[in-house]
């Protein structure tokens, strides 16, 4: 517990935020209290391949953090607030260096300087990478400083544990948080004088998805219902390829249609034969056939619509959610130069060799672009409640391009930490009161598990966590159509009335694993809520929302942050403005960018192919700004600080927190 | 791997099974004795252990139509990168995500790590392989994460070889395929591995001795049988014996010398 002047953080979650965050705080000298439901090195971060965006500009390019904010702006449609998206372009490169000197193996050039790859959404390499699983060495990285300040008991671990709820005081400030030790299921208050959210995403709303098992979006789900604000909660994420799996989505490589590969359908529905035997005039190749310019490197959320068109008007193999990616025309020793690293991961979970047997693949659910509502501060609407990472909605607006997901988990991190200890240093400390909060809190917990436990209905969780998964990969992913919404949320108020009725089928409850299935159900079914109504009452298509019956983007109705809070019932919506204020809005034209497109298509050839965007057209030609970054680096900095601080009374600048840190 | 595995699973395409039979070795709590179950679910392609079990969960119900407890197991990732679904499956010791059902002998067999405490059924706790991480300070000491520039250059071939070590996802495989690790008595390879991915990066090597000293004692290195098992198991293919012979050859040269720098 606090002592009477040391400041207490409780950090939920420990991926890269979570990380990040309470490497910042402990640093600071402050103590950490850190809950993570599985040990943090094994947290979903370890997932991410491809690599950390971050405008270093190794490569004679002329790239600058400035260009990786246009292109993430532009990327996100406009949506994304613009302060922080620069700030966290800002701070990219030295987040890519800090990573560097904790001993993260990123690949090297021959003169032993970092190596940059190109990615989708840019035309610069600038994506630092180590092998292909960036994120297994990022999430290392920063595990292992942790674990340092862990040894100086600067930080304590609760791993095994899951947050029910957060603690909240009669004026609606949160004092500290509920969990559960997932093994003998006891509840425990942990008071803190901040609390920083960093739970990750929640693909397991959709049943399946990229996502890991632990990415239920349960924690946050939480905090919306006890009055934490959740915006842009329509706007997820959805890869083109992915691996249908039995338990889940395993992500194929973009590369792999960079490299060549073809995807089709069997002309005729329903054909069963083996894809070997169908000949070529009985193929679809519809991405060549509906994009000839393109073909099967068209961008990542047509590639994604069409997919899904495809098996929704039943032309899927053998009538399931699944295409053909064909790599079997590639002579096996280039495949294996080339894609050896993926094609194993195919091989290894599907048990087919993709040198000879076509890959099936469909889309899956991959990123929310939603998350908690905060600050330019990773403040939430709650007072003394942050969010960092995944789980807030502050850059990526629309649509998040590819490698910008690490560094921003990494740059909310390390802001959220500053402004949480700048708040605790100023907050009240509840006196003697404060026992009754927690041990309110705890019993009405306590009585919410009771309740499931001694319930005795004939509903199965499982089930209706699986037809949610259903409705929702069926209708609020990547077509939508407003009828198919409204019957989705009947639905959810169906199955959250059947909710009601389950029984946990486990009668030992000794590390039982139905228990916390259950709780995360009924937050999952809340959020299900907020994501579906958002789409419903977002009548236009931006970035990763596309609705057929309003195609185009709406400015002058939609530009605004959509923003949930939830009233005892359900969702209630408002609409925030959208801070454009550093680079005006231009329309993401595809026809017209062709030309260009084709250019930045042809350019990524010698190397490791990239899937051109739609990103990539209608680059601003010359935005001044601070354009070379290392040689100027002072002058950036001051210029940044000074512009960052916008909207609301911010201000306190990043460095202030830590005291000694002059830029992350 | 690539010849075996479509083998397999061409010889279980022509004849596919209806069902699948998986024996369970379960427990109720860690003081309670164990026991085995067996369950039976359709046949379907590409099922592996995990999805077996979520099967099985969704309805516990045994081979012989007992209504029994679903069993209890730890799964994340699904991509074996988070080393948290390890389990013993046809008596050897691997992450259930990537075990294939179509690639497996029938019926599976499912035992949890025998090396580690169990909490419930296929539930393990590992911890001690993170304390093992504090022992050694697998770290790097860095000054602070304020904005100090870039690190050090290195080489390309040095660093794919400290990519292979970085790989390490703490699934204790090596330490259950080891016959020197049994209870504290042996730090084991994972730990040893991670001295020597922190020795070879140039700040790491700065505070080499310590993570040396580490190793040293009645626990330490020295108890490595070469039975050279760990890295036949090792899913991330580390180099393990490598590690431990390189940093073996370090120990000594430290206790020979090293008091020259006291
Ligand atoms: C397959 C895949 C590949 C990707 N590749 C890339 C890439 O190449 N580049 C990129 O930039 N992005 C990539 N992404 C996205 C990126 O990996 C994630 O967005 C990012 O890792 C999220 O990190 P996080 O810190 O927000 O949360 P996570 O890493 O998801 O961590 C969440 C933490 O919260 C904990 N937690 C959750 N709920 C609770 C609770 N109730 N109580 C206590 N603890 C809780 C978990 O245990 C965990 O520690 C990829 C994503 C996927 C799925
Ligand atoms: S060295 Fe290999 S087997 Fe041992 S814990 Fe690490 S990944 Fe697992």
Redesign the interface.
């Known amino acids: 517990m606090a002592t009477s002047n040391g400041i207490k953080i409780a950090i939920v979650g420990g991926g890269l935020a979570g990380l990040a965050a309470a490497m910042k705080i402990a640093e600071a000298g402050h103590e950490v209290d850190l809950l993570s439901v599985v040990p943090v090195k094994r947290s979903h971060s370890v997932c991410a391949q491809g690599g950390i965006n971050g405008a270093v500009n190794t490569k004679g390019e002329g790239d600058s953090p400035w260009k990786h904010f246009d292109d993430t702006v532009y990327g996100g449609d406009f949506l994304a607030n613009q302060p922080p998206v620069k700030a966290m372009c800002e701070m990219a490169p030295a987040i890519i260096y800090l990573f560097d000197r904790m001993g993260v193996p990123f690949s090297r050039t021959t003169e032993g300087l970092l190596d940059f790859r190109r990615f989708g959404g840019t035309l610069h390499h600038r994506t630092a990478f180590a092998g292909a699983s960036t994120g297994q060495q990022l999430l290392y990285a920063l595990d292992e400083q942790v674990r340092r300040y862990e040894v100086q008991g600067k930080v304590k671990k609760y791993e095994g544990w899951e947050m029910m709820s957060l603690i909240m005081d009669d004026h609606q400030v949160c004092r500290g948080l509920v969990a559960m030790d997932l093994k003998t299921l006891e509840l425990r208050a942990f008071k803190a004088d901040a609390v920083i959210m960093a739970t990750g995403g929640p693909g397991l709303i959709f049943g399946k998805s990229t996502n890991s098992m632990v990415c239920t979006g349960s924690a946050v789900s939480a905090c919306y219902q006890q009055g934490a604000r959740y915006a842009n909660g329509e706007f997820i994420q959805v890869h083109p390829t992915s691996i249908p799996g039995e338990d889940k989505l395993r992500l194929m490589s973009e590369s792999a249609r960079g490299e060549g590969g073809r995807v089709w359908v069997p002309r005729a529905k329903g054909d069963v034969r083996s894809p070997g035997s169908i000949p070529e005039q009985e193929r679809w190749y519809f991405l060549e056939e509906k994009y000839p310019a393109y073909g099967n490197l068209v961008p990542r959320d047509i590639a994604t619509r069409e997919i899904f068109q495809v098996c929704l008007d039943g032309f899927g193999i053998g009538g399931q959610n699944q295409v053909y990616l064909d790599l079997t025309h590639i002579p096996a020793e280039t495949l294996d130069r080339k894609l050896g690293a993926i094609l194993e991961i195919y091989e290894m979970f599907v048990g087919d060799d993709p040198r000879h047997v076509p890959m099936r693949i469909f889309p899956g659910v991959h990123y929310s672009m939603g998350g908690l509502w905060v600050d330019f501060d990773q403040r939430t609407n709650i007072p003394g409640l942050l969010a960092a990472g995944e789980c807030d909605y502050s850059i990526h607006g629309a649509n998040r391009l590819g490698a910008n997901s690490l560094v921003s988990c990494v740059y909310g991190g390390f802001v959220a930490a500053p402004a949480a200890i700048e708040y605790a240093k100023n907050v009240e400390r509840n006196g003697a009161d404060g026992s009754r909060l927690y041990e309110q809190e705890l019993q009405r917990q306590q009585e919410i598990n009771d309740t499931l436990v001694k319930q005795s209905g004939t509903e199965n969780q499982y089930l209706i966590h699986d037809e949610m998964g259903k409705w929702m990969t069926d209708n609020v992913t990547v077509v939508r159509y407003n009828d198919r919404l409204q019957q989705t949320d009947q639905k959810l108020l169906e199955l959250i009335e059947r909710y009601r009725h389950i029984s946990i089928n486990d009668s030992n409850l000794w590390a039982t694993m139905a228990l916390p299935h259950a709780r995360q159900l009924w937050n999952m079914l809340q959020l299900a809520r907020v994501i579906t109504l958002g789409a419903l009452n977002r009548n236009e298509s931006r970035g990763a929302h596309y609705k057929p019956d309003f195609p185009n983007r709406d400015d002058e109705n939609f530009l605004k942050t959509t923003i949930a809070e939830y009233s005892g019932e359900g969702p209630v919506f408002s609409y925030e403005a959208v801070d454009i204020g550093l680079i005006p809005p231009r329309k993401r034209d595809y026809s017209k960018g062709k030309a260009k497109e084709t250019t930045a298509a042809a350019a990524a050839q010698p190397g490791a192919k990239q899937v051109p965007t739609d990103d990539l057209q209608q680059k601003p030609r010359d935005i001044s700004g601070p354009a070379i970054w290392d040689q100027n680096k002072e002058k950036v900095r001051d210029v940044d600080h000074g512009q960052a601080e916008t909207r609301r009374e911010q201000g306190k600048s990043i460095e202030d927190a830590g005291g000694k840190s002059d830029k992350l | ?2 010849a075996h ?2 083998n ?2 061409e010889t279980a395409r022509r004849t596919p099974p209806r069902t699948v039979e998986i024996k369970i070795q379960r427990r ?2 860690p003081d309670a004795p164990a026991y085995w179950e067996t369950f039976e679910i359709p046949y ?1 392609p ?3 252990i ?2 077996c079990l ?1 099967e099985i ?4 119900v045994t081979k012989e139509g007992k209504k029994t ?2 069993p ?1 197991w ?11 679904c390890t389990m013993v499956i046809n008596g050897k010791v691997r992450q259930s ?2 075990a ?1 059902i ?2 497996l002998e029938q019926p599976v067999t499912l035992e949890p790590m025998s090396k580690f405490p169990n ?2 059924d296929l ?1 393990v706790d ?2 001690r392989m ?1 304390d093992y ?2 022992r050694v ?6 000054d ?8 050090p ?4 071939d040095d ?2 070889e ?2 292979a070590y ?2 390490c ?2 699934c204790g495989c090596c330490l259950e395929a080891c016959p020197q690790y049994e209870g504290d008595q042996y730090i084991g390879p994972q730990a040893i591995a991670q001295v020597r991915y ?1 020795n070879m ?1 140039p ?2 090597k700065m505070t080499r001795d310590e993570r040396l000293e580490a190793i040293m004692g009645e626990d330490g290195i020295t108890n490595c049988g070469n039975a050279q098992n760990c890295v036949k198991v090792c899913p991330m293919s580390i180099p393990l014996t490598k590690a431990i012979y390189e940093e073996n050859r370090e120990t000594i040269i430290y206790g020979l010398f090293g008091w020259l720098k006291r």
């Open positions: 791997m690539s595995a479509s397999a699973s109720e709590n379907r590409n099922l592996n995990i999805s979520m969960q969704k309805n516990p407890t679903p209890v730890n799964m994340n990732c699904l991509e074996q990168v988070c080393g948290i995500c990537s294939l179509d690639q909490i419930r539930r590992r911890s993170f991480l504090k300070h697998a770290w790097i000491e860095i602070g994460s304020y904005d100090l520039g870039p690190g250059r290195m080489n390309q660093v794919a400290r990519y970085s790989r996802m703490t922190q990066h700040t790491g």
